[in-house]
């Protein structure tokens, strides 16, 4: 189903040559910035900033692709929003004017992460059960152990650095709350209550996008695989 945009329609042959054209403008732009911030490590937000631009370009090469290619809905409406969660959190914390608080917001949204994954890790303690090659298993316990010291590493790096900061020296308990919390979509560092934060509805209204919050929220349907996503459509 192609849907017409009478404003593309009228510089390019089609909606789809402009959406192609702008993948291929936006690539070679984060391409060139990747030139002075080559490294995306925690540690350096501009070139983490490109690590998620790039995730986000491809995710919409991928949505043009199953759109033209696959008679696939459900996949179409999991990728938007897929693309609409990865391009409000990049709003949400990379576009804040304070230079303070956007270092801030990052490390609890990195800690966030990397918390979920440091937990599954502790969870997840390899067993030798004799179905593979004992030298193979040597080989992931290392990288096992490996993956949990370098999470264990960014967890301690996030909080070092967040109380590094000066707003923590005015702020310390209300601070203390938002990394305990891992609570990256807060409202205010000042007084934040253990729930206080942006919900997801929040966050896509501040796309601009007319009824961006009742249609992004209506596309969880397809993502969870509840019962929408079972009706066909041709």
């Not at 692709?65 to 409406?77: E, L």
């Not at 891992?182 to 007084?191: A, H, L, Q, Y």
């Not at 919050?213 to 397809?222: A, G, H, N, P, R």
């Amino acid at each position: 189903m192609r849907i017409p945009i009478p404003e593309m329609d009228k510089r390019y042959d089609s909606v789809e040559e402009a959406i192609d054209h702008t993948i291929r403008i936006c690539t070679v732009i984060v391409d060139k910035a990747n030139e002075k911030w080559p490294i995306p490590s925690v540690s350096d937000m501009q070139g983490y900033i490109l690590l998620i631009c790039r995730k986000i370009l491809t995710q919409f090469s991928t949505l043009t692709y199953v759109s033209r290619q696959r008679n696939d809905y459900n996949t179409v409406c999991s990728l938007v929003r897929i693309l609409a969660d990865s391009i409000a959190t990049l709003r949400l914390i990379y576009c804040c004017d304070d230079d303070e608080e956007r270092i801030i917001r990052h490390l609890l949204y990195v800690l966030d992460g990397i918390s979920e994954r440091d937990n599954l890790l502790n969870e997840r303690y390899p067993e030798y059960d004799g179905k593979i090659p004992r030298e193979l298993f040597n080989d992931l316990c290392t990288q096992y152990q490996k993956a949990k010291e370098n999470a264990k590493g960014c967890i301690k790096y996030c909080i070092d650095t967040i109380k590094k900061s000066p707003y923590y020296r005015t702020h310390q308990a209300d601070i203390d709350v938002l990394i305990q919390k891992r609570n990256w979509k807060f409202k205010t560092i000042s007084e934040p209550k253990p729930k206080d934060g942006y919900s997801w509805k929040d966050l896509y209204q501040m796309l601009k996008i007319n009824m961006a919050d009742e249609m992004f929220t209506y596309l969880s349907q397809y993502i969870h695989g509840l019962s929408v996503s079972n009706i066909i459509l041709n």
